[in-house]
């Protein structure tokens, strides 16, 4: 019955987990509705981790991208909206890391617990110091 009243119901006023399930269903041109309806709310929260808006651009391109291609991912154990936001948001520390100098592959690394190292954050991320040049 659900499905009689969504598929009666104008596509833009959709659940975003109603859209999801529809274009995972093969009606990819409902993620241009999507796209509309979260793209201020990526921007600002993309533009207040990059200052240049033209890397916010690239960064909130990339976040749609890596969200449609991950489509199947999203479990809906939270919203749609914070799971593209924690996307962009991914994208965008990683631009900005770049951007202030440091190479992508330098990023805190997994080590082992040991017996002389038994603070849980420690063990299990070592930050490496990092510079321009790996």
């Not at 921007?43 to 969200?67: F, G, H, K, P, S």
């Not at 449609?68 to 948001?89: E, N, P, S």
Request: some cysteine; hydrophobic content about 35%.
């Amino acid at each position: 019955m659900s499905q009689t009243i969504a598929a009666a119901t104008p596509a833009a006023e959709l659940a975003d987990g109603v859209i999801v399930e529809r274009i995972r269903g093969g009606d990819i041109g409902l993620y241009e509705i999507l796209v509309r309806r979260h793209n201020q709310r990526l921007y600002r929260t993309i533009r207040a981790i990059l200052r240049d808006d033209r890397d916010v651009e690239d960064v909130m391109q990339q976040a749609y991208v890596d969200a449609y291609t991950h489509l199947d991912q999203f479990r809906g154990t939270a919203k749609f909206a914070t799971w593209l936001t924690r996307i962009a948001v991914n994208r965008a520390s990683g631009a900005a890391w770049v951007s202030a100098g440091n190479s992508p592959s330098c990023r805190a690394t997994p080590t082992p617990l040991s017996p002389s190292n038994t603070r849980p954050r420690q063990a299990w991320i070592r930050s490496t110091p990092c510079t321009g040049t790996s």
